[in-house]
């Protein structure tokens, strides 16, 4: 709670979890347990909505409320659910290029300051955008090895400086996250798997559970990449 402060109003997006309520009860449980104050935001993914009946039941009319939703623009921090990474980018997507309601309001509480932590899975890429898919990264990434990989849609919240990966242990990624640092000139990558969070705000990085975190020496370049790996660790 360090971050956004003991008190602070903490938004959860379970989205991406099998089961949305269950997550999001979990959640708002540990941040009550660290001092917030958790409200669940009730966006279920699309593909969990069958035959017209949320798993909220009730509660998902607020994502109906115009009112509410850019009362989240307000939030000092945002708490993304770990799960299924597409999920969560199709269900915060209107399409497949524009933010949804809720996406909108996220960025623009990461614009005024907020912090935002994402767990595991949920994190694919961190660059300056939105949710997409990163075409051009991708296209980089395959000149440069002179192979195809799969990049799917990433979660785009943080500045540039910031390159996040994901599965990097368990999905074998750490030669792509190493490659895309050295091509986009990053400060700072960082490499997850589940049962990680990273919170991003605009001044540093903080993560807790298994990374790998490479660094860019003066000068860049694959030459230029300094490696460690942390329990807990803080990137300017």
Known sequence: MSAAGKGATVYIIPTAADDPVKAGSDLAAAVKKAGGVPVVVPLAGRDLIKGGKN???ADAQKMEDVAWVKSLIGGKAFLIADGNPDRLAKTLLSNETDDGPVLYAMHKAFEAGAAIGVIGDSVRVAG??????????????????????????????APQKWFIDYGVGANGNLARLVLALANLSSSVGIGMDSRSIVVLDKEKIAFAGWAECFGQAPGGGESGIVRGRAVHGVGA
């Not at 990264?137 to 990989?149: A, F, P």
């Open 128 to 157: 300056s955008g939105g949710f997409r898919k990163p075409r051009a990264l991708s296209e980089m990434i395959r000149y440069s090895m002179q192979w195809e990989l799969d990049f799917s849609f990433g979660l785009q919240l």
């Open 55 to 57: 798993p909220f039941g």
